[in-house]
């Protein structure tokens, strides 16, 4: 079975900074996009980054300029940059393989928590 397993969460004031970290459990996922999603409280789980097998971004609106989504395919790994975070960032972050625009796996992991308070 496939794992992708996130780290890197944690608390942080408006302004402030964080990098994510997940980590895949074979290699095969650097033939595809990968993605980092969010989901807080109440909302629909979003796709807020995603890069191509070949390096090549995509960043949600609200995201655009502030965050940076980077891949090491020879660890398999997926980052995602955090900066000026605002308060509406706060969230359970997870990444996943992306398909047509769609999360390729139907489990998702524990994610990363972020949370962004003055």
């Known amino acids: 079975q496939v794992h992708l397993v996130e780290s890197g969460g944690g608390l942080v004031q408006p302004g402030g900074s964080l990098r994510l970290s997940c980590v895949a459990s074979?290699?095969?996922?650097?033939?595809?996009?990968m993605g980092w999603y969010r989901q807080a409280p109440g909302k629909q789980r979003e796709l807020v980054a995603r890069?191509?097998?070949?390096?090549?971004?995509n960043y949600s609106d609200s995201v655009k300029g502030r965050f940076t989504i980077s891949r090491d395919n020879a660890k398999n790994m997926v980052y995602l940059q955090m900066n000026s975070l605002k308060l509406e960032d706060t969230a359970v972050y997870y990444c996943?393989?992306?398909?047509?625009?769609?999360?390729?796996?139907?489990?998702w992991g524990q994610g990363t928590q972020v949370t962004v308070s003055s």
């Open positions: 996943n393989v992306v398909l047509d625009g769609r999360p390729a796996f139907g489990s």
């Open positions: 074979t290699s095969i996922f650097t033939l595809y996009a």
């Open positions: 890069i191509s097998s070949g390096g090549s971004t």
